[in-house]
């Protein structure tokens, strides 16, 4: 990301987060200064992926 030293532009992150997973929105929350928002928009996958179902399915 390119940004201008004292800018006060907002900046705006696009997120596209797996439906399953709960901890991307807080993460980048904390990882960002005010100055970012974060839009995220959750995905239904066709296919359940074995990462991402491995807790719920255990």
Avoid: C, W
């Avoid at 030293?5 to 990882?31: M, Y």
């Avoid at 928009?41 to 066709?46: D, E, I, L, N």
């Amino acid at each position: 990301m390119y940004s201008k030293a004292g800018s006060n532009r907002q900046i705006r992150l696009g997120l596209l987060v797996p439906a399953g997973n709960t901890t991307f929105e807080p993460d980048f929350h904390s990882a960002f200064s005010s100055q970012v928002s974060i839009h995220s928009h959750r995905v239904v996958a066709q296919r359940s992926h074995a990462f991402e179902s491995y807790e719920s399915n255990g």
